[in-house]
């Protein structure tokens, strides 16, 4: 039997999520859209909130919710501010490498710590070259009295300058097909942040580039084990990537289904208001529609996590899905202004501009369907 | 250790307002159909057992009277800090006015002491009546003292609060066992947090009924109601435009009498 409610708990969850989103995000939004900054501070209300603790197990600090729990903070949160929702998921991929592929005491070393938000990680694969094709990976390492050295530029990478940890995939200089991803600390020689973005969208999202200079990494900072970087990133990419893009893709279109039925309820013409237009009605049907569809793709895809099963190709749907039904929430929300649609006090403006960010971040929706089509002839 | 009750109410979502229907056979509003939300001034009762529990030693049960899905406000208290849930949940219990709503969480109370401090909020916000609280009081044998805004002093049995009353406040001793129900001013309530929800698994919500109460079936509900409505109404609120012409004079003198009809000037 298969039961498509959400448990009393999970209720619950949503309800601290969305208060939480609503008192304490809510407020940073406008300085994060006029100085494209302001992640210090966002970060700080996320760390208050335990929201990092939430899928790190109890047995090293966290709340062992899970990934269903993960999704619904997720979607809370964006629907407030997709731009915090994105740096929030991107610190869950980071965390995500050290639960699946750390040794047990890099485990005890960093997951308490990323519990509390005391440190965070962020994960560095998208390179100059692109993003889709982690085998084209330019930043190499060599072997040097048993330690390795680094060398490269990693590019678009969400927290490169408020992480306190990188996970950087780099490929073996003596052996091009063979790749390893290291944990690379804040304040390492020859390590550094560099340019940071301004992004169309998601402002106030940290986005930004980082070098790697001869940057001596002791062998105990390898994560998963050396010559399996490829797997590590992916892993966490394929199923707590595309996830979080679920996540922020859901928000997004909560938020523009919400504002379209506000304005459509209350902006009047002819005399009635706009809401009792077909017109009106069949673009709101279709806002309705994608999220209750998103909702079951993306929901089904993380209850598969939770029971431990892999759930990569069913996030490729989700994130297919859910990406592309945003814009199309976001542009529809903005004609149902009309002309307030093009003005930066209606937030339908923000959601449009948020809306574009999501397709390329964890891979495109082209990318998503040669996953998809790889999967379906399998 | 403190015992402290805290009484809650599920009350219709004032977000759906619009939806709310009046029955006319029993004038009450039927609340299933529209999603049951914490009553915000129970907020505040919750978040005062609370704090005095993370000042003293205390345990906190949170009562309530409703139907099935009123136990998610529990279960939202267990979350917050309280120690276990009491639902009081029968047919028989329904269309309950304020007195048979007392009497029915003062039989309960009566199961749950030694009681050190019943906590409510002012009021409710569907019904606005501010008389459980004081109902309660009177069925337990106990002092209450309404609309509290501080605590000044939680020392001991005797107990000095700050309470609103007319257009000051007064100060007032009290000795516990003792009924306070207080405003929106007493504190911020504290938000639900992922931690407090998982700490509630292992908390219990016990559901009782009349028989458990012990209560005969006319005492409680509509039966056992001795007040009644006698009429329910919608009010609707409409606005329209009204231009005024004329010279400068004579729109002063029309706007000053639709004042004066109106009794504001």
């Given at each position: 039997?298969?039961?498509?409610?959400?448990?009393?708990?999970?209720?619950?969850?949503?309800?601290?999520?969305?208060?939480?989103?609503?008192?304490?995000?809510?407020?940073?939004?406008?300085?994060?859209?006029?100085?494209?900054?302001?992640?210090?501070?966002?970060?700080?209300?996320?760390?208050?909130?335990?929201?990092?603790?939430?899928?790190?197990?109890?047995?090293?600090?966290?709340?062992?919710?899970?990934?269903?729990?993960?999704?619904?903070?997720?979607?809370?949160?964006?629907?407030?501010?997709?731009?915090?929702?994105?740096?929030?998921?991107?610190?869950?991929?980071?965390?995500?490498?050290?639960?699946?592929?750390?040794?047990?005491?890099?485990?005890?070393?960093?997951?308490?710590?990323?519990?509390?938000?005391?440190?965070?990680?962020?994960?560095?694969?998208?390179?100059?070259?692109?993003?889709?094709?982690?085998?084209?990976?330019?930043?190499?390492?060599?072997?040097?009295?048993?330690?390795?050295?680094?060398?490269?530029?990693?590019?678009?990478?969400?927290?490169?300058?408020?992480?306190?940890?990188?996970?950087?995939?780099?490929?073996?200089?003596?052996?091009?097909?063979?790749?390893?991803?290291?944990?690379?600390?804040?304040?390492?020689?020859?390590?550094?942040?560099?340019?940071?973005?301004?992004?169309?969208?998601?402002?106030?999202?940290?986005?930004?580039?980082?070098?790697?200079?001869?940057?001596?990494?002791?062998?105990?900072?390898?994560?998963?084990?050396?010559?399996?970087?490829?797997?590590?990133?992916?892993?966490?990419?394929?199923?707590?990537?595309?996830?979080?893009?679920?996540?922020?893709?859901?928000?997004?279109?909560?938020?523009?289904?919400?504002?379209?039925?506000?304005?459509?309820?209350?902006?009047?013409?002819?005399?009635?208001?706009?809401?009792?237009?077909?017109?009106?009605?069949?673009?709101?049907?279709?806002?309705?529609?994608?999220?209750?569809?998103?909702?079951?793709?993306?929901?089904?895809?993380?209850?598969?996590?939770?029971?431990?099963?892999?759930?990569?190709?069913?996030?490729?749907?989700?994130?297919?899905?859910?990406?592309?039904?945003?814009?199309?929430?976001?542009?529809?929300?903005?004609?149902?202004?009309?002309?307030?649609?093009?003005?930066?006090?209606?937030?339908?403006?923000?959601?449009?501009?948020?809306?574009?960010?999501?397709?390329?971040?964890?891979?495109?929706?082209?990318?998503?369907?040669?996953?998809?089509?790889?999967?379906?002839?399998? | 250790?403190?015992?402290?009750?805290?009484?809650?109410?599920?009350?219709?979502?004032?977000?759906?307002?619009?939806?709310?229907?009046?029955?006319?056979?029993?004038?009450?509003?039927?609340?299933?159909?529209?999603?049951?939300?914490?009553?915000?001034?129970?907020?505040?009762?919750?978040?005062?057992?609370?704090?005095?529990?993370?000042?003293?030693?205390?345990?906190?049960?949170?009562?309530?009277?409703?139907?099935?899905?009123?136990?998610?406000?529990?279960?939202?208290?267990?979350?917050?800090?309280?120690?276990?849930?009491?639902?009081?949940?029968?047919?028989?219990?329904?269309g309950a006015d304020t007195f048979a709503t007392a009497y029915t969480l003062a039989a309960a109370i009566k199961m749950v002491e030694p009681v050190d401090?019943?906590?409510?909020?002012?009021?409710?916000?569907?019904?606005?009546?501010?008389?459980?609280?004081?109902?309660?009081?009177?069925?337990?044998?106990?002092?209450?003292?309404?609309?509290?805004?501080?605590?000044?002093?939680?020392?001991?049995?005797?107990?000095?609060?700050?309470?609103?009353?007319?257009?000051?406040?007064?100060?007032?001793?009290?000795?516990?066992?003792?009924?306070?129900?207080?405003?929106?001013?007493?504190?911020?309530?504290?938000?639900?947090?992922?931690?407090?929800?998982?700490?509630?698994?292992?908390?219990?919500?016990?559901?009782?009924?009349?028989?458990?109460?012990?209560?005969?079936?006319?005492?409680?509900?509509?039966?056992?109601?001795?007040?009644?409505?006698?009429?329910?109404?919608?009010?609707?609120?409409?606005r329209a435009v009204e231009m005024i012409g004329g010279t400068l004079r004579e729109k002063v003198e029309c706007l000053v009498k639709i004042l004066s009809?109106?009794?504001?000037?």
């Amino acid at each position: 039997m298969i039961d498509f409610t959400f448990t009393e708990e999970q209720e619950l969850f949503r309800k601290a999520a969305r208060e939480f989103a609503e008192t304490r995000i809510a407020l940073h939004v406008p300085n994060m859209e006029k100085t494209d900054r302001g992640w210090d501070e966002v970060v700080k209300e996320l760390s208050e909130a335990e929201m990092f603790a939430v899928t790190i197990p109890e047995e090293y600090g966290g709340l062992g919710i899970g990934y269903v729990g993960r999704l619904i903070a997720l979607e809370e949160i964006a629907r407030i501010s997709v731009a915090t929702a994105m740096m929030y998921q991107v610190f869950g991929l980071g965390i995500e490498a050290f639960i699946k592929s750390g040794s047990e005491e890099q485990k005890q070393q960093y997951l308490p710590k990323f519990a509390t938000g005391e440190r965070l990680p962020t994960v560095a694969v998208t390179e100059p070259s692109g993003g889709s094709d982690p085998k084209g990976c330019q930043t190499s390492y060599t072997k040097a009295n048993g330690a390795y050295i680094l060398n490269g530029r990693k590019c678009f990478i969400t927290n490169s300058h408020t992480a306190d940890v990188q996970v950087v995939l780099a490929m073996d200089c003596n052996n091009p097909d063979s790749f390893t991803t290291f944990i690379i600390e804040k304040g390492m020689e020859g390590f550094k942040p560099t340019h940071e973005e301004h992004k169309v969208g998601m402002r106030g999202c940290n986005t930004g580039e980082i070098e790697l200079k001869d940057v001596v990494v002791p062998a105990q900072n390898i994560i998963g084990g050396e010559g399996k970087g490829l797997k590590v990133a992916m892993t966490v990419i394929g199923d707590v990537g595309r996830g979080g893009m679920v996540g922020c893709a859901l928000g997004v279109q909560q938020a523009c289904l919400d504002a379209a039925v506000k304005f459509a309820s209350e902006r009047v013409l002819y005399g009635k208001p706009i809401s009792n237009l077909q017109s009106i009605q069949f673009k709101i049907a279709e806002m309705k529609i994608d999220l209750e569809a998103g909702r079951l793709l993306g929901y089904r895809a993380a209850a598969l996590q939770d029971k431990g099963e892999r759930a990569s190709n069913e996030f490729a749907v989700a994130k297919y899905f859910t990406t592309e039904a945003a814009q199309k929430a976001a542009k529809m929300a903005v004609d149902i202004h009309g002309g307030y649609g093009c003005m930066d006090e209606f937030p339908v403006t923000r959601y449009l501009r948020d809306s574009f960010v999501l397709g390329p971040s964890a891979g495109t929706s082209d990318i998503m369907k040669v996953i998809i089509s790889r999967w379906a002839l399998s | 250790m403190l015992s402290i009750v805290v009484c809650v109410k599920a009350v219709p979502d004032p977000k759906e307002a619009d939806k709310l229907m009046i029955d006319p056979i029993t004038r009450t509003l039927p609340r299933l159909d529209i999603p049951l939300v914490f009553n915000p001034l129970d907020c505040h009762a919750v978040e005062a057992a609370i704090q005095l529990k993370q000042k003293y030693s205390a345990h906190i049960t949170a009562l309530s009277m409703g139907p099935p899905p009123a136990g998610n406000i529990l279960r939202e208290c267990l979350a917050l800090g309280a120690d276990q849930g009491i639902l009081l949940t029968d047919p028989a219990f329904a269309g309950a006015d304020t007195f048979a709503t007392a009497y029915t969480l003062a039989a309960a109370i009566k199961m749950v002491e030694p009681v050190d401090v019943v906590f409510c909020g002012m009021a409710s916000s569907d019904g606005s009546t501010e008389w459980v609280g004081p109902q309660i009081a009177a069925l337990l044998g106990y002092p209450v003292v309404t609309r509290v805004r501080e605590i000044l002093d939680d020392q001991g049995d005797n107990w000095l609060l700050k309470a609103d009353f007319d257009r000051g406040y007064r100060k007032i001793k009290i000795k516990l066992p003792a009924v306070i129900t207080v405003t929106r001013n007493l504190n911020q309530p504290k938000a639900l947090s992922f931690s407090g929800i998982l700490k509630a698994r292992s908390k219990q919500i016990k559901e009782w009924n009349h028989d458990t109460l012990g209560m005969p079936i006319e005492h409680i509900g509509l039966k056992g109601s001795p007040t009644y409505v006698t009429e329910m109404t919608r009010l609707e609120s409409s606005r329209a435009v009204e231009m005024i012409g004329g010279t400068l004079r004579e729109k002063v003198e029309c706007l000053v009498k639709i004042l004066s009809d109106a009794g504001v000037a």
